[in-house]
Structures are given as structure tokens and as C-alpha cells.
């Protein structure tokens, strides 16, 4: 698993890595979570900067899945979950600064 610097995460077998931390996935998947649910991103053979990598994880088989009480949805349904989230932090964000003094969090 990676952890990338805009946040993302990929999940796959690695295949070869540098002394730059340049790093090859096969397989990988982007894992988007969204509150309870979450959804993966086929993406297939990934090469990834390692300037752009904040940490590198090994997943046991046991351990990729997610705890219970999250609920896996399809690619299209997290997109739009991410959309949302987006907007909505966007929304927060706007009246944040229309009124400085509320703390909305």
C-alpha cells in the first residue's frame, strides 16, 4: 500500500522500486473512503514518483480489507460520494469566511 502526498492511496504488488523510492505496482487499485463506505479504482500497472510517496506499507492478505461497518460500493457510486465530500467541505469553507467568527467544525 502507498500513501501518497495528495492523499491518495494505492494498492497493489510491488513490483520493482529505486533508491529515489520510485516505486512500480501491478494490479493496483486507487481506495477511496467516503464516511462508511468506500469503493476501489482498478488502475492496473502504476509507476509512481517516490517524491510523491509518504509512506510504503506491506498489506497481509488478512489485513487489505476494511474493519466492519463499512460498506464497499461501486466506482461510480464513491466517485460521486468524493464529489460530495468535496463540495461540501468547499461549501464549509465559503461560510467560513463570509462569517470568520463561527467555528463550524
Known amino acids: 500500500m502507498l500513501q501518497l502526498r495528495d492523499g491518495r492511496k494505492l494498492i497493489g504488488i510491488l513490483r520493482s ?29 502504476q509507476v509512481v514518483r517516490g517524491e510523491n510517496v509518504v509512506f510504503m506499507g506491506r498489506l497481509d492478505e488478512l489485513c487489505g480489507e476494511m474493519p466492519q461497518g ?3 460500493v461501486s466506482e461510480g ?15 464549509k469553507g465559503d461560510i467560513a469566511k463570509r462569517f470568520d467568527f463561527l467555528d463550524l467544525e
Do not use: C, M, P, W
Not at 24 to 45: A, H, T
Not at 77 to 91: F, H, S, W
Open 17 to 45: 522500486f529505486d533508491q529515489f523510492a520510485n516505486v512500480l505496482l501491478e494490479k493496483s487499485v486507487e481506495r477511496i473512503v467516503v464516511g462508511n463506505q468506500y469503493g476501489d479504482i482498478e488502475l492496473g500497472v
Open 77 to 91: 457510486e464513491i466517485k460521486q460520494a468524493q464529489k460530495d465530500a468535496v463540495l461540501e467541505e468547499q461549501l
Open 70 to 72: 463499512f460498506e464497499k
